[in-house]
Structure formats: C-alpha cells, structure tokens
C-alpha cells in the first residue's frame, strides 16, 4: 500500500490555562463584583468538588459551574487559582 503524504496535523498546544478558558465562557456581574462563569459538561466533570453555595458534593459525572473573578487585583492566574465549582443551580440563587 502507497504511504500518504499528506502532512498530519500538529497537536494542540497551550497550557492548561488557556484550555481552561476554552470554551462557554460568560462574564456575570453579581453584587458589583465581576465573575467570569464557565459550565462544566458530565463528561468533562471527572472529580468531585464541594459547592460553596450548598456545601454539599457536586459528584463526578455531574454538569456545573466553574466561577472566578474576573476583575481581580493580581492578575488572571490568582483569579483562575481561586475558582470555585457551583452546582448551577446554587450559582442562579447566590
């Protein structure tokens, strides 16, 4: 069989960082506070978190919310550090 020579496509690159921001992404305001909301699939939720609405366990294989600050003082690596998962339903109601 004849070898293809078509060139194969690189790999993505970037760090996690960058694939985290990927994605659905919104920006909300809540109590003049600036946050930047992202959902979470089932199939991409894979650990279990604790929602700091409920305080109860967002379990894996369940869709939700990760939230960050969007306008926080020392920079979008702090902020991204500092993220929280919420169940959707708790963020909605917050």
């Known amino acids: 069989m004849p070898r293809s020579h078509r060139r194969r496509p690189?790999?993505?690159?970037?760090?996690?960082?960058?694939?985290?921001?990927?994605?659905?992404?919104?920006?909300?305001?809540?109590?003049?506070?600036?946050?930047?909301?992202?959902p979470v699939s089932a199939a991409q939720a894979q650990k279990a978190y604790t929602c700091p609405g409920c305080g109860?366990?967002?379990a894996p294989s369940v869709a939700h919310l990760v939230v960050?600050?969007?306008d926080g003082v020392l920079g979008d690596a702090a902020d991204?550090?500092?993220r929280r998962h919420w169940h959707s339903h708790c963020w909605k109601v917050a």
Do not use: C, H, M, N
């Open 56 to 58: 109860g366990q967002i």
């Open 10 to 38: 690189d790999p993505p690159r970037g760090d996690s960082f960058e694939r985290f921001l990927a994605g659905f992404k919104r920006t909300e305001i809540r109590r003049g506070v600036e946050w930047t909301v992202q």
């Open 80 to 82: 991204l550090a500092a």
């Open 68 to 70: 960050w600050r969007a």
